[in-house]
């Protein structure tokens, strides 16, 4: 997994605050960019794949799934936080997790113009950078009024979805936004204290889930079930805090 993000690292930071870098727009009622740095991010963490686990499955965002003939799956997303890393903001991340059929198990959230790594899962979560390695542990504060709340779009999802959101950013002590698979990292680092967010795909949560997990936090959708196709997310640093945040999120 560390090889992976090693070689997303090498092809991405020559394309960040470069200005050749074009994008593709994905969307026909928005704007979903793809860029040089996205496809080719993918394709060098699916040929190191190829090569050293070649019957594992593989579902990124940008290329074709391949089915999984081991019973694992990679699940990756070159570049969390398109947008972000076209205007040149260090908020973006790579993501890879390893799944099998309970879910990811494994996960990494890189950051690799600031040269931090957030790995959980298998006994272990750490985060490594400018500040050396430490165990990564999620946050202990149990009243939802003195949570910080992220979210990455302030126009998160449908009106009604909106409308829940609001229930808890009125209730919390602070809401951030904008900061992509980042703020997960925050969570699982002790910094934050809940994400909420709608319309993700598995790729944006999966290797989220698996570090936050490993550091001691829970995510579940808005129901508090396992992550599906609702693209719910609630992410929390404890049991306390996601209990009340469902509540207000279900009115």
């Known amino acids: 997994m560390e090889r992976l993000a090693d070689e997303a690292r090498d092809v991405i930071l020559p394309w960040f605050r470069n200005p050749v870098l074009g994008a593709a727009n994905k969307s026909v009622d928005g704007f979903d960019p793809v860029t040089q740095a996205d496809r080719a991010a993918e394709e060098a963490m699916r040929a190191v794949l190829q090569k050293v686990r070649p019957e594992d499955g593989i579902l990124g965002e940008e290329l074709a799934s391949k089915p999984s003939q081991s019973g694992f799956t990679w699940i990756i997303d070159p570049i969390d936080g398109t947008r972000g890393f076209l205007a040149g903001t260090p908020c973006w991340g790579v993501l890879i997790a390893l799944a099998d059929e309970n879910g990811p198990f494994l996960g990494v959230i890189d950051q690799p113009y600031i040269s931090e790594r957030f790995l959980g899962g298998l006994g272990q979560a750490w985060v490594s950078g400018p500040q050396g390695r430490k165990d990564l542990r999620t946050g202990d504060r149990s009243d939802l009024q003195d949570a910080v709340l992220f979210t990455t779009f302030p126009e998160i999802g449908t009106q009604a979805e909106r409308d829940a959101f ?5 209730t919390v002590r602070l809401t951030r936004y904008g900061m992509d698979c980042y703020a997960y990292a925050l969570l699982a680092a002790g910094h934050v204290d809940l994400v909420i967010e709608a319309g ?51 009115g």
């Open 200 to 250: 993700l795909n598995t790729y944006d949560i999966a290797a989220p889930i698996a570090v936050i997990e490993a550091a001691g936090g829970i995510v579940t959708d808005w129901q508090g079930q396992p992550f599906g196709e609702s693209g719910q997310v609630v992410a929390a640093a404890n049991k306390a805090l996601h209990a009340q945040a469902l509540e207000l999120l279900r």
């Open 166 to 170: 609001m229930r808890v950013s009125q």
